[in-house]
């Protein structure tokens, strides 16, 4: 079985957009679902549904993979899965290292539905000597001294790092250092990486502030004036015209993040 590091998933250099790489995974899991019960085909419109995307997307999405599906019969989900997964580099074998053993690193350790997707969990590293040797899900904690060479034993390309935010980008150095070219993080900080090395950050407190930021809209507490208070409250109390603090409309217009007001402070 290839080793994730000699071989490289071939969607880039085929042109499938960035857009279309992030839904084959949503495909792959409703497809996967749709295997398991041994349904045969599925609609466009069917697998769709299950994949919360409209049908025109899916086929342009599929297009890209040379997949366009028999009119009145639609697509074999077995070969779905299989080319999918081939796209996605599924059917190689990726060691992966998860930094930072606490409890989300555990929890992550964890999980049953890496091996199944083609990870390896090779390594589980922290640097509290109290975790060496202490097996979590099977798996002896190694300690960060060992990082370097436990990539370079391994074959490791992909590293997970769920340390502490202030831990975060020294860990992503090492790692990047010793050959690891993507990473998924989630320590709630931004890493900073050279070109070449693909992160994902995956901030559940993020994901919470923009649920929390709809729960308002809908609830109608979204704090937003009417026009009649909002042109009231731009007239000072004698009359005139009020001035906005310096910076403050730039600061409406553009949130820290550069596209929109942030719903909470980081």
Sequence with gaps: MATGRNHRPAT?????????????PLYLRALTALSERSVPTVSSEELAAAAGVNSAKLRKDFSYLG????????????????????????????????????????????YGGFASRGFRVAALIDADPAMAGKPVAGIPVQHSDELEKIISDN???????ATPAGAAQ?????????????????APTVLSVPEGVDVRKVDLSIELQILAFHEQRKSGDGGEASPEAARAASVPADGGTAAAPAGAEAAARKGPDGDMPAVMPA
């Design 12 to 24: 880039r250099s085929r042109g499938i957009p960035e857009a279309t790489v992030a839904r084959l």
């Design 155 to 161: 074959g490791v390309s992909i590293g997970v790092i």
């Design 170 to 186: 020294p860990v992503c150095d090492r790692l990047v250092a010793a050959g690891v070219t993507s990473i998924l993080n989630f």
């Design 67 to 110: 997949s366009y599906g028999t009119r009145g019969v639609g697509y074999d989900v077995e070969y779905l899965v299989y080319q999918i997964s081939r796209e996605l580099g599924l059917t190689q074998d990726w060691p992966v290292v998860i930094v930072g053993i606490g409890n989300l690193g555990a929890a992550l350790a964890n």
